[in-house]
């Protein structure tokens, strides 16, 4: 049994492509409420958007040019959340 499982690991995910969890920073956009612009969110993991919600933390967005910070909510919220 542990050499099937070797074998399944091993087709499963090559050395050149890393687990989900492993990738870099992911993006989505929000509304600035202030400016009205929308803006790509950077600075989030793909397991961090994972564990927010499920634990209903608070994520939050920016926009630089009006200098704003505000929490994503509702529909938005729901579409970056994976559950």
């Given at each position: 049994m542990p050499a099937?499982?070797?074998l399944l690991s091993s087709v499963a995910r090559s050395p050149?492509?890393?687990?989900?969890?492993?990738?870099?920073?992911?993006?989505?956009?929000?509304i600035?409420?202030?400016?009205?612009?929308?803006?790509?969110?950077?600075g989030y993991s793909r397991r961090?958007?994972?564990?927010?919600?499920?634990?209903r933390r608070r994520i939050d967005a920016g926009c630089s040019d009006c200098n704003v910070c505000w929490p994503i909510r509702?529909?938005?919220?729901?579409?970056i959340s994976p559950q």
């Open positions: 099937t499982r070797s050149d492509d890393p687990p989900v969890w492993n990738r870099p920073e992911i993006t989505f956009v929000s600035c409420p202030k400016c009205g612009h929308q803006r790509f969110q950077h961090t958007l994972f564990y927010l919600p499920s634990e509702g529909k938005n919220r729901r579409m």
